[in-house]
C-alpha cells in the first residue's frame, strides 16, 4: 500500500509539473470519479507545490474546485442517465474495481434524502460521501444549476482547507491527513447550525405571518 501511494504522488507530481493547472485539474476530477483515489493526499501536495513556487495558492484553489465539478458532473450524469435500479446494478457487478461498494451508495443516499439539495453542499466535505453523493443527486434530478452551485461552494471549502494545510506545512504536508477528519467534521457541523438556523427562521416567518393573516380586520 505505501509503494502505491509513493507511486501515486510520483504521477501526481509528473503530472502536474508537465500539465500546471490543467494536470491538477485532471487529477482532482479523476480523484472525484474514482473515490480511492485520496484528495487527502493530493490537495495538500498541491499546497507544498504552491509553496515552493511552482504554482500559485489561488490558481491551485480554483484548478482544484474546477476537476472537483468536473468529476462531479460525470458521476451527476451517470444518476441521471442510468436511473437508480441500473446504477445499483452496476455497482453491484463493477463497483469492486473502483473499490466502491453497494453500501458506499446506500450511506450517500441517505444523506440525500436526509438533507436534500443540501446534502450535495454539506456532503462535499464527508470523505467518500463528497464524491458519491452526485450520484442520488443525479438520480433524483436535482437542477443543474443548484447542483453546480452547491458542488462548487463545498468543493471549494474542502479544497481551500487542504491546499491551504499544505502550504503552511510545506514538506510536512502529508501530516494534514491525519487531522483532515476533524476538519471535515467541524465543517460539517457548522454548516448544518446554519441550515437549522435558516430553516428555524424561515419557519418562524411564515408562522408569524400565518397569525397577522388570520386576525380579523380592525373597524
Request: hydrophobic residues 50%; glycine residues 12%.
Amino acid at each position: 500500500m505505501s509503494r502505491l501511494f509513493g507511486d501515486l504522488i510520483t504521477w501526481v507530481v509528473d503530472l502536474v509539473d508537465r500539465l500546471g493547472y490543467v494536470g491538477l485539474a485532471i487529477v482532482v476530477a479523476i480523484e472525484n470519479i474514482f473515490p480511492p483515489i485520496p484528495s487527502e493526499a493530493i490537495l495538500p501536495l498541491a499546497g507544498f507545490l504552491a509553496a515552493q513556487g511552482r504554482m500559485t495558492l489561488v490558481g491551485a484553489i480554483v484548478a482544484s474546485t474546477i476537476g472537483s465539478v468536473l468529476g462531479a458532473l460525470v458521476l451527476y450524469a451517470f444518476g441521471y442517465g442510468f436511473g437508480e435500479r441500473r446504477v445499483r446494478a452496476l455497482v453491484r457487478r463493477y463497483g469492486r474495481w473502483a473499490l466502491i461498494s453497494e453500501d458506499d451508495l446506500d450511506k450517500s443516499q441517505a444523506w440525500f434524502d436526509r438533507y436534500g439539495k443540501s446534502a450535495v453542499l454539506i456532503g462535499r466535505l464527508v470523505p467518500l460521501v463528497r464524491s458519491l453523493i452526485s450520484i442520488p443527486a443525479g438520480i433524483a434530478r436535482m437542477p443543474l444549476l443548484p447542483f453546480v452551485m452547491y458542488t462548487t461552494i463545498g468543493s471549494g471549502i474542502w479544497n481551500v482547507i487542504l491546499i491551504s494545510g499544505g502550504w503552511l506545512l510545506g514538506e510536512n504536508w502529508d501530516l494534514i491527513t491525519t487531522y483532515q477528519g476533524y476538519f471535515s467534521s467541524a465543517f460539517v457541523a457548522l454548516l448544518a447550525i446554519v441550515v437549522l438556523l435558516f430553516l428555524g427562521k424561515r419557519f418562524l416567518g411564515r408562522a408569524r405571518g400565518s397569525r397577522i393573516g388570520s386576525q380579523p380586520a380592525q373597524d
